[in-house]
């Protein structure tokens, strides 16, 4: 990889870590990740008559991008209900490489090698460090942000694929996002019967910087992917663990402890590995 994509994969890593810290925060988390989804739909919306329309072939993996992202967030609000950024986080993020590593194993017969055998190995010791013991989130918490991951290695895929059946990775980002942030309020509506928003709240305001922070980490992902080998831009942008913990520490006021720091550190080491 250039250095270009590896600062890519780097500043998405950070980036993303900040935005799911906006989301822990908030107090209606569902209500929160929908107004979330505006900022980056009105940005992304004009952005649909510069660049050419898809062509059909990348239309079923927006779609099905756009779907699965909705899933995402649902679940990621669900996850955080109970577990803080520190905890859930690296469970769900380390999830996504173990989950591609393993699945290509048992269904495309993929031949492991050492550097992937210790990286699935540390993910799942890191996982399993920050599952149990004292401190841990509870049960419900762990299972929903292994569900996260899982969702998250799906689009990671769909999205890695359907980028390159475009001449143009920012068409491609912006209709996932238009169509997202029209999937997710209709999602909200249907699960809470209306949507109200007031934007002379400050907590409207966050979850819009918020919205836009999480817009910009996947448009910088997306380009990272047209830019290089999905595999080593995910492991890296799994890093995003280490800066989540410092986040929960310094501005979620959430225990550090040397435990939870080393289980981290596992799990981005694990994921680097799984990556190469």
């Given amino acids: ?19 799911n810290a906006f989301l822990r925060s908030g107090g209606d988390r569902l ?17 649909l008559f510069v660049y050419p329309l898809p062509t059909s072939d990348a239309w079923p993996y927006i779609l099905l991008s756009a779907a699965l992202q909705v899933g995402y967030s649902v679940f990621l609000v669900a996850a955080y209900r109970n577990g803080e950024l520190g905890q859930v986080y690296p ?24 550097s992937q055998i210790a990286g699935v190995v540390l993910v799942a010791l890191g996982i399993m460090s920050l599952s149990l013991g004292k401190g841990r989130a509870s049960t419900a918490s762990n299972l929903l942000a292994l569900a ?26 912006a209709w996932v996002l238009v169509l997202y942030g029209t999937f997710l309020p209709a999602m909200f509506i249907a699960m809470r019967r209306r949507l109200v928003v007031d934007f002379r709240a400050p907590d409207t305001w966050k979850a819009l910087g918020g919205g836009l922070v999480a817009m910009i980490a996947y448009g910088v992902v997306i380009a990272a992917f047209s830019l290089g080998p999905a595999g080593p831009i995910t492991a890296l942008r799994e890093t995003s663990v280490v800066f989540a913990v410092l986040i929960g520490w310094l501005f979620l006021k959430e225990t550090l402890t040397f435990r939870r720091i080393l289980a981290c550190l596992i799990v981005a080491a694990g994921a680097i590995l799984l990556g190469h």
């Fill in 31 to 47: 209500r929160t990740v929908t107004v979330m989804s505006f900022a980056s739909t009105t940005v992304a919306l004009p952005f």
């Fill in 148 to 173: 996260t991951g899982t969702i998250i290695a799906a689009y990671a895929t769909v999205d890695s694929i359907g980028v390159r059946q475009t001449s143009a990775s920012g068409a491609y980002t």
């Fill in 1 to 19: 990889m250039s250095a270009v994509v590896i600062g890519l994969a780097l500043f998405a890593a950070i980036l993303h870590a900040t935005w």
């Fill in 91 to 114: 469970i769900v993020r380390g999830t996504v490489p173990l989950l591609v590593t393993v699945g290509g194993f048992i269904i495309a017969g993929d031949r492991l090698d050492l």
